[in-house]
């Protein structure tokens, strides 16, 4: 799946109170690329994702995904573009707290295929939680929350995952670890992944790298060997 | 100047104004139904003392024996302020071709009587004894005025007589006949007031003696005295104000007034402080980091508990005022309407100080304590750990029907989460389901009114009288002259009647009543035991109402003496106790009655039953036509006059389904609101992953009728309660208010509350259309 950016402007408030959290946005990238984006608060990283996951309106320009244009999709058409096309993954994990990891992960599921539960078992073994898939959130640590969290965007098999923050939340060791499956299972899978992130070093095990600063892009570069994510430290 | 905390606390109002606004109607609605009731009910009751003081309606009313040796005797008695003799008879009227069984009471030609005055509404007093006073009742429905006739029959002949007035009297402001026939239709019964020698004439001298007294502390002890002094000079009855049928039938009426002044106001009083607290302890929930603020920067726990005590205290004066100034001008018209309806002859409207104060403080003290929970919360917050965001939030678990029922596991997810969302807040989940248990209890308090009336009068009219009508004879008829009657065309049967009063006496009671005496085998009344079966009239002893069982303090086979004025004393025996919505009356089977007397009885009246299909209208006239019919009464009238007084019941109830509706959705609203403002985060959640916003919002307004499901047999349940409870206190012997919920009504009330909660849900949903997505799915809490 291809996604396509072209003049994107987002711009939140009217006149005076107006803020540009994107200006003038251009991108364009492959199928299968780890993408991380960084920048400081405020930058325009999330609004970004959110533009590209079909959850926010650009204001102006042009959001193409496999060449159809976002914007001219009605609620209904990105309702389904959501589900059959994109796999969130949230800072805050925002797991239902009255279903266990399994049942998370099986909501989901059965939005788009009928053996839900099976492969919804299948990909929390996956992601290391087969011992602790009958938990509920509060029951999990916050690490194993993100798991889950990237087991419920993984089950139904998107072609672009977007992560927003996946380890803002997470200590050190969590975070490296949550960071290598979300590699390795978009590696297996062909998935595209846009990760949003504050933390530079994240950018090491980037396939390309964008720096956003007050909205605009002001570095887009690729990298040939990224290191893998249990070599970095931050 | 308005304090930084006070505009927050108005922006706060503000921002959830349709919440607020729901707490606010529900304490308007609740304190403006306890200011209106209640002030009516004293404007009424002072109405009502007003009226006896000015009329000097009678404190007690001696009949038979020598009443006027009673009247000399008591005349100066300590603490007696007027009596007076007179007579008063039962006697067929005839007006226009309507004959009727009406009384005639004695009053002095020229001037008043000094007890029981009448109040002259048209034309004049009796100023010759050719004329009569025709009360009201009566002369608005024959259209009589002045200077109008009709014939009244005096015992062997019809003689015309002039209306020369028509008036009010204390006596009959309800037109009741007596005690046993408390609702009368004017085709059935009316009163004249006619010179005292021409009544007395009729019934053979005075017979009742009517005693006022003002009222004092000594009103027991002096009416107790004159009663044994009464019982001294053959009295064979006697009544006091509070007994006598009008005013018994008022003051029922008024202690309804009075509960219903008490009863519902509380219901909503409770549902609005609910509300309230399901409102406050969210915000309070919400408000945690801006508490922790607070506290940090210095405000007491004492400035933050009155901050969000004010949450209870701004809606509750919101409701609470003009709640208790429009209740009490309410108030003032309902008793308008009520004394016109009535035409009570002295309406006295005050205003009640007390009533406006007590309304409000009712309505703040409902909010304030309301607020109080959440508010002690809010002040004892730990202001670090607020401020870090951390909500304690509960750990998930599976739900309570799952634990109980294994199989519900294998629901599909969503119908689990429905299920866990269930117990998720399970206070606000109790506090949802009471809401619906209060609003049934209003639905069904009221509406089980109408089902027991319509059944009541249903038993009595249809299954228990079989009668369509009864025929007065002019003179004693023989059985002959009974039987004649189906020569009649139209009538298919007839069965000989004698209706006595009566009083009975056991050691313990005494009872006044009527004594019917039926025929032995009669098809024209059905007797119903209190087991509830049917059974025949029985063959030896007396039948009473099941009312009687208390009053007299017997049991069946126990000894009765029954002492019918004119023909003496019988002893006899209790046969069975009868279970009938109307009165409490005596059946006794003729051939034992003629066993107990010693002879043959006449008939003095006739059941009569009519063919099916037959024109009731005509053929009362032809049975009227004949010369030996003196007065007739259409059993079938007063089922119809009764179905009349529906009219009023359905509007009762029709206010009060809206103001249970109106309850039930402040409480579903607010419940459903604070449910979908906790579930945000899930809901923008499950809309980034793809759920589209219908199957979200099917899954939330399932959750939310899952609550209202099971509030649902809990308020049947305990609106069948409340409804007996309220019903039953209006039971006497005058009438036996057995609760009856026809099936229809559970549904219907059901369907209500489903409705209600559906359309609850409706502001709420429109909230998850406006969802922000990116915005939720960013906040740390939600």
């Known amino acids: ?234 | 100047m308005v304090t930084p905390l006070r505009r927050k606390l108005a922006r706060d109002l503000r921002r959830h104004g349709a919440q607020f606004t729901a707490i606010t109607v529900t304490m308007f609605l609740g304190v403006t139904i306890f200011a209106a009731s209640f002030d009516s009910f004293r404007n009424l009751q002072a109405s009502y003392a007003a009226t006896a003081t000015e009329f000097h309606f009678a404190n007690l009313t001696v009949n038979g024996g020598d009443v006027e040796g009673f009247a000399a005797s008591v005349g100066s008695a300590d603490g007696v302020d007027r009596v007076e003799t007179r007579s008063s008879v039962d006697i067929p009227f005839d007006v226009g071709g309507v004959k009727l069984l009406g009384r005639a009471i004695g009053v002095p030609v020229g001037d008043q009587a000094e007890v029981n005055t009448l109040k002259v509404l048209q034309g004049t007093y009796l100023e010759t004894s050719e004329t009569v006073l025709v009360e009201e009742h009566m002369a608005d429905h024959f259209r009589l005025t002045p200077g109008d006739r009709f014939e009244i029959f005096e015992g062997s002949d019809w003689r015309t007589v002039t209306v020369a007035g028509v008036v009010s009297s204390p006596e009959y402001i309800w037109p009741a006949r007596d005690r046993q026939e408390l609702i009368t239709s004017p085709d059935n019964f009316g009163v004249i007031f006619a010179a005292q020698s021409q009544v007395a004439a009729i019934a053979g001298g005075p017979n009742e003696a009517i005693v006022y007294y003002e009222q004092g502390e000594r009103n027991d002890a002096l009416t107790a005295e004159l009663v044994d002094v009464a019982q001294g000079f053959g009295a064979s009855s006697s009544y006091t104000r509070d007994e006598q049928a009008s005013n018994a039938a008022l003051v029922e009426d008024l202690r309804g007034l009075e509960e219903m002044a008490v009863f519902f106001p509380m219901l909503f009083l409770t549902a609005a402080a609910m509300a309230a607290y399901v409102m406050i302890s969210r915000l309070v929930h919400t408000q945690r980091p801006q508490i922790g603020v607070l506290l940090a920067n210095g405000f007491t726990r004492r400035q933050v508990l009155l901050h969000y005590l004010g949450y209870g205290f701004a809606p509750g004066l919101a409701g609470a005022l003009p709640g208790a100034i429009v209740g009490v001008l309410l108030a003032r018209a309902i008793t308008r309407l009520y004394t016109d309806l009535l035409a009570i002859p002295v309406t006295l409207i005050q205003f009640y100080p007390a009533t406006l104060v007590g309304a409000v403080a009712f309505g703040l003290v409902a909010s304030l304590l309301a607020a109080l929970a959440p508010a002690l919360v809010a002040s004892r917050v730990v202001p670090a750990q607020a401020m870090r965001g951390e909500t304690p939030i509960g750990g998930g678990k599976r739900s309570l029907l799952e634990r109980l029922i294994p199989p519900l596991r294998r629901l599909p997810v969503p119908w689990r989460m429905t299920l866990r969302g269930v117990g998720r807040n399970p206070r606000r989940t109790v506090y949802t389901m009471i809401g619906v248990v209060l609003s049934l209890m209003l639905i069904l308090v009221s509406w089980g009114m109408i089902d027991t009336v319509r059944h009541l009068m249903d038993r009595q009219f249809i299954e228990i009288q079989q009668e369509d009508a009864t025929v007065y004879f002019a003179a004693p008829a023989t059985t002959s002259e009974v039987t004649a009657l189906v020569d009649v065309d139209g009538v298919v049967a007839a069965e000989p009647s004698l209706t006595l009063p009566a009083v009975l006496r056991t050691p313990t009671g005494e009872y006044e009543t009527a004594l019917n005496v039926l025929a032995d085998d009669t098809a024209m009344h059905r007797f119903a035991a209190v087991d509830g079966r049917w059974i025949g009239l029985p063959d030896d002893g007396v039948t009473l109402g099941k009312a009687a069982r208390s009053l007299l303090g017997v049991e069946v086979g126990d000894p009765v003496s029954v002492v019918v004025p004119g023909l003496g004393t019988v002893e006899t025996t209790v046969a069975a106790f009868v279970d009938e919505p109307m009165g409490t009356m005596a059946y006794v089977a003729r051939s034992h009655a003629e066993t107990l007397v010693g002879f043959d009885l006449p008939a003095t009246s006739a059941l009569v039953a009519y063919a099916d299909g037959v024109d009731a209208a005509a053929l009362r006239a032809a049975l009227t036509a004949r010369p030996e019919v003196a007065a007739f009464e259409d059993a079938k009238a007063l089922y119809s006059v009764m179905q009349d007084f529906m009219v009023l019941f359905y509007a009762f109830v029709g206010v009060m389904l809206v103001f249970g509706a109106s309850m039930a959705f402040a409480l579903i609203f607010n419940a459903m609101s604070v449910n979908i403002a906790e579930r945000t985060r899930e809901v923008a959640t499950l809309l980034a992953v793809g759920t589209d916003r219908r199957r979200i919002s099917r899954l939330i307004t399932a959750e939310n009728l899952m609550v209202a499901l099971f509030g649902i047999p809990l308020g049947l349940v305990a609106g069948y309660f409340a409804a007996k409870a309220a019903l039953g206190s209006f039971s006497s012997d005058l009438f036996a208010f057995d609760l009856f919920v026809a099936p229809a009504t559970y549904v219907w009330s059901t369907v209500a509350i489903l409705v209600v909660a559906l359309v609850s849900q409706w502001p709420g949903l429109r909230a998850i259309r406006r969802i922000s997505i990116p915005k939720i799915v960013k906040e740390r809490v939600a």
């Open chain 1, 1 to 234: 799946m291809t996604i396509k950016m072209a003049e994107v402007w987002k711009t939140f408030g009217e006149g005076h109170t107006a803020v540009h959290a994107l200006r003038d946005v251009d991108l364009a990238g492959p199928q299968g690329d780890f993408t991380v984006i960084l920048g400081p608060s405020g930058s325009g990283k999330t609004t970004l994702l959110n533009l590209v996951g079909a959850i926010d309106d650009v204001s102006r320009g042009r959001i193409e995904v496999n060449g159809v244009d976002l914007a001219a999709m009605d609620a209904d058409a990105k309702t389904a573009f959501r589900r059959e096309s994109v796999g969130f993954v949230f800072q805050f994990f925002n797991l239902i707290p009255t279903l266990t990891a399994l049942e998370n992960v099986e909501l989901v599921a059965g939005l788009t295929m009928d053996n839900g539960s099976d492969r919804a078992a299948a990909v929390l073994e996956d992601v290391g939680l087969a011992d602790r898939m009958h938990h509920f959130p509060a029951q999990l640590s916050g690490g194993e929350q993100q798991r889950v969290a990237i087991a419920r965007a993984l089950v139904k098999r998107p072609p672009v995952l977007l992560c927003d923050e996946p380890t803002g939340e997470l200590d050190f060791e969590t975070g490296r670890m949550i960071l290598s499956l979300l590699r390795r299972v978009a590696a297996e899978h062909r998935q595209t992944v846009l990760l949003v992130t504050h933390n530079a070093a994240i950018g090491d095990m980037a396939d390309r790298v964008l720096r956003l600063r007050s909205g605009e892009i002001v570095d887009d570069f690729r990298i040939d060997d990224p290191v893998s994510a249990e070599a970095l430290t931050w």
